[in-house]
């Protein structure tokens, strides 16, 4: 249960916590726009700035003063983690960066004006033996933490590192400064873990290319909002930068550009490297026998030739499942894959298979009928399916699919996850797919691709994973859900802004209670969160009219 307490009498002091001078917003002035907007208050919200809203949250009226010469984030008493503990050496050099990054005042005038109790030290524990500080995140890492604020020292104590992450952001979050610049904190209480471990953004990097420094600049944003797993659409009809080294004519014939357009060895290190320091998983998708026109430019016989009659056409439909050499292919591809991406899981796709070129092949008709799948064309997409599932299990990899493969009835692993992405019925869906016992991610209501005028962070904001029918034992099974941003009209220029702050009310519903659902108080601290995301250089979109104390300063 998310709980929430104010201790002493004085509230005062504790809304002056987050009363940062962040952001100032303008009174609404439309009138065809107030009925979409929540209302404007001029208090502040309970829960500060905080986003998302930690589980449990205590707030006392004490203020403590932080001077960026005194003030030090270090390994705490008793932690098993230590100094060659680089993710958390790394983490707090970059959230000591984001507290005291606006100094406006020198080190002598703070000797000189300095008032109040001091905090010292912000200790990081880790209780667990296993710190885990060499290791990548899981499906099943420990997110959980407890915060505590008081003098002389802060304590963050997580079971690991990756717990210690998300701790690190919420102190980064309280830490406020006043009219005069002076950088406070009140004394507080946090006991925090995620709702759902499955908190998800997707990037298409095939409709248009994305620059790694994109990536990486995503990939700080999702830390910021404490969602923890990339899902990299990489490759689809129309590009394919992904550089095999076992195909390497893939990425030299399918992508935009062989040499500027394409994801090296060197680079998906770089951004999986990155993702790890921030306790974010990178999930590949290679989505198949659909989507895969950019494919066959790179390799021969993979794709089915299309016929008019008994000529071929010249065009060319999904993957060739009729081939021994297809699956000879997928086996290598996917072993060298399975090497370059060190998460568990592998997104193998599945969805929006066109069955009219594999109706119109003579060579498939005769399979099929050899096969006995008669003029099912569901059966023969399964029958490929299977076969590929079978090579990634090889590979000892699990694997995410889309709701098609589902509701094609292949036959898939108990493990596997489903993810639900169609918007027509989705809680049906959701019923379908727990009842059958497997596990699920819902993106049905966060495809932010679609934009529309106003405020539409409200509905993302408003979508509940877990209403439907359902049993318990049911909504258990849903992990998680995720914000799909797909590229067709999204490239460098546009993404980031896009997709946040939108994308942060999927982070604060997929980690937040369930009963943490006023849209009013989420404005007030999603536009104080848009504008911290603004001064650390992510250029996030404004939700309405204001400024920001820091605003975005371009290149």
């Known amino acids: 249960m998310m709980g929430f307490q104010l201790l002493g009498t004085s509230q005062a002091v504790v809304f002056l916590l987050f009363t940062s001078s962040l952001v100032l917003s303008e009174s609404y002035s439309r009138e065809d726009d107030r009925e979409q907007l929540p209302p404007v208050h001029d208090d502040e919200s309970p829960y500060g700035s905080l986003w998302p809203v930690p589980q449990s949250v205590h707030f006392a009226p004490t203020v403590f003063s932080l001077s ?31 507290i005291f990054h606006y100094s406006k005042w020198e080190q002598d005038s703070w000797k000189k004006s300095g008032e109040g109790t001091e905090l010292l030290q912000l200790q990081v524990i880790i209780s667990s033996s296993d710190a885990e500080c060499n290791s990548y995140p899981s499906a099943s890492s420990d997110e959980s933490y407890q915060l505590t604020v008081t003098e002389p020292a802060a304590i963050l104590k997580a079971e690991k590192v990756w717990g210690a992450l998300r701790g690190l952001e919420t102190f980064s979050q309280l830490v406020y400064e006043d009219i005069y ?23 298409d990097s095939s409709r248009h290319f994305l620059p790694v420094n994109v990536i990486l600049a995503n990939l700080e ?82 794709l089915t030739p299309c016929y008019n009659g008994e000529k071929p056409t010249g065009s060319y439909g999904p993957v060739n499942p009729i081939l021994n050499s297809t699956y000879d292919f997928m086996a290598i591809l996917f072993k060298e894959i399975s090497e370059t991406f060190p998460d568990a899981f592998v997104h193998l796709g599945g969805d929006e298979v066109d069955f009219s070129c594999w109706h119109s092949n003579p060579d498939v008709t005769k399979f099929m009928e050899q096969q006995g799948f008669g003029k099912d064309y569901k059966k023969l997409e399964s029958y490929y399916i299977k076969k590929i599932l079978d090579i990634v299990s090889s590979t000892n990899k699990g694997y995410m699919i889309w709701q098609e493969v589902f509701d094609n009835e292949v036959k898939i692993k108990p493990d596997t996850v489903v993810e639900v992405w169609k918007s027509e019925h989705y809680q049906d869906e959701l019923h379908n797919v727990t009842a059958a016992g497997y596990k699920t991610i819902l993106a049905s209501p966060w495809y932010l691709d679609y934009i529309s005028y106003g405020q539409d962070w409200q509905k993302y904001y408003r979508a509940e994973p877990l209403d439907f029918n359902g049993t318990v034992a049911q909504k258990k099974l849903v992990i998680g859900g995720e914000a799909c941003l797909w590229g067709e009209f999204v490239d460098a220029t546009n993404l980031t802004p896009r997709l946040w702050p939108r994308a942060s009310a999927v982070g604060e519903r997929l980690w937040s209670s369930q009963s943490v659902t006023n849209v009013g108080d989420a404005y007030i601290r999603l536009v104080k969160h848009r504008c911290r995301m603004v001064s650390r250089g992510i250029p996030a979109e404004p939700p309405y009219i204001g400024y920001c104390d820091h605003e975005y300063k371009g290149l």
């Open 68 to 98: 960026p010469f005194d003030f030090k984030i270090v390994h705490g008493p008793g932690s098993s983690a230590g100094a060659d503990c680089f993710i958390l050496l790394e983490a707090f050099r970059r959230y000591f960066e984001y």
């Open 181 to 203: 610049g002076r950088y406070l904190i009140n004394k507080s209480e946090i006991t925090d873990f995620p709702r759902f471990t499955h908190r998800g953004i997707l990037l």
């Open 221 to 302: 944003a999702m830390a910021i909002n404490k969602l923890n797993v990339f899902h990299w659409h990489i490759v689809d009809n129309q590009a394919f930068p992904y550089q095999s080294s076992a195909f390497p004519d893939l990425s030299d014939q399918g992508a935009y550009h062989p040499f500027t357009h394409v994801y090296t060895t060197t680079d998906i290190k770089t951004i999986l490297e990155y993702a790890r320091l921030r306790g974010i998983r990178v999930v590949p998708e290679f989505d198949s026998p659909g989507h895969t026109l950019s494919w066959g430019k790179g390799q021969r016989d993979l």
